[in-house]
Nanobody, 126 residues
Framework: QVQLVESGGGSAQAGGSLRLFCAASEYYYSESCYAWFRQAPGKEREGVASLFTGDGRTFYADSVKPRFTISRDHAKNTLFLQMTGLKPEDTAMYYC???????????????????WGQGTQVTVSA
């Protein structure tokens, strides 16, 4: 099981930016999907963005286009989420998730992911 550790959360004002980090403890034996999810109090976990390591293909939830960008540094085995134009409704606990995947698209369905981080809080004030 790959251990995932998020960092970089914090507070920002509306319109501001934050960058989240997710460090993985080891590499998967195959290509893989990495994703960011978020969960606000009283709401269901929501997929934010995903990335397939095989070809770098990314996918975003409509609610974060084009404000958020997912990327990964393979050498550092670290996933990033660059968030700009933050809105109060972006306030949530953000989770990194991953799963080995030989091919195909990386859907934003929490049930598809095996490994999860502990989360990092993002709070956006108006």
């Amino acid at each position: 099981q790959v251990q995932l550790v998020e960092s970089g959360g914090g507070s920002a004002q509306a319109g501001g930016s934050l960058r989240l980090f997710c460090a993985a403890s080891e590499y998967y034996y195959s290509e893989s999907c990495y994703a960011w999810f978020r969960q606000a109090p009283g709401k269901e976990r929501e997929g934010v963005a995903s990335l397939f390591t095989g070809d770098g293909r990314t996918f975003y939830a409509d609610s974060v286009k084009p404000r958020f960008t997912i990327s990964r540094d393979h050498a550092k085995n670290t996933l990033f989420l660059q968030m700009t134009g933050l809105k109060p409704e972006d306030t949530a606990m953000y989770y990194c998730a991953a799963v080995p995947r030989l091919s195909g698209s990386c859907v934003l369905d929490a049930n598809d992911y095996d490994d999860w981080g502990q989360g990092t809080q993002v709070t956006v004030s108006a």
